[in-house]
């Protein structure tokens, strides 16, 4: 078993334990927040951050407390970050929808749900605790599911961020005609980062789409890698978390 699948298996776990009636959710929906436009906050000329509320990690363990999401979130927004990322996922990252409902209440920028969406209630779930933008990782998800699962997002009006790792991957999100696509530095099944993965998969991607580089950036060097190989948006949160600072460490990268 890979770390990824292990992962989802925690994850199918936890969702079991939380599963609400459909009718139920439909209508925490309909009390929701409007959906805010994640697209047109990840365009522009400028790069762009994705800066994310991340307590802990598969590869690196606990990385900060964060007693108050909702704060940092906040500082984000005033350092100039485009989008805010919260993780969800409980078991490995020590994350929330608790986490979600705070940062969602503290910010105007369009929120996304960072989670391993494997099942169509999260979606539904999602969209009820006020997210904006999902999360699609190809190589957690069938050809199918990828494509149901991109259509439930649109349909529900939020934006995804399809995750890849390799050609292939990159090939089968291409296929489904996204519009953000990320390029994972980090291999999610052996948790091992190869930043060349940037040079070799951002080229590849349409310009027209929004090309984000995730993982393995930890400072300007990075960035500017990232931006010289194509990418138009940065998804960052252990340099952020982890620096003391994140209002100067945003400033830096």
Do not use: C, W
């Amino acid at each position: 078993m890979t770390v990824l699948d292990s992962i989802i298996e925690g994850v199918r776990e936890d969702l079991a334990k939380r599963r609400k009636p459909l009718i139920q959710i439909h209508e925490e929906m309909t009390q929701a927040a409007p959906v805010r436009d994640a697209h047109l906050a990840l365009t522009g000329d400028e790069m762009k951050v994705i800066a994310e509320v991340k307590r802990s990690s598969p590869s690196k363990g606990a990385l900060s407390a964060i007693a108050d999401p909702a704060a940092l979130a906040e500082r984000y927004q005033s350092a100039g970050a485009s989008v805010i990322s919260v993780l969800t996922e409980e078991r490995r990252f020590k994350g929330s929808l608790a986490d979600l409902d705070a940062v969602r209440t503290r910010v105007d920028l369009p929120v996304l749900r960072k989670d391993f969406m494997v099942d169509e209630y999260q979606f539904f779930e999602a969209r009820a605790h006020g997210a904006d933008l999902v999360l699609l990782i190809v190589a957690a998800l069938s050809k199918s599911q990828l494509k149901d699962f991109f259509d439930i997002a649109t349909e529900l009006q939020m934006a995804s961020l399809i995750e890849v790792h390799t050609a292939d991957e990159l090939e089968r999100a291409l296929e489904i005609s996204p519009r953000i696509v990320g390029v994972n530095s980090r291999n999610l099944k052996t948790l091992e980062v190869d930043p060349t993965a940037f040079s070799d998969l951002i080229p590849r991607i349409p310009e027209e789409l929004i090309r984000v580089a995730e993982s393995g950036i930890s400072n300007r060097s990075d960035v500017e890698f990232a931006q010289n190989s194509g990418a138009k948006a940065i998804l960052v949160g252990e340099a952020l978390v982890t620096s003391g600072d994140p209002d100067l460490a945003m400033q830096t990268l």
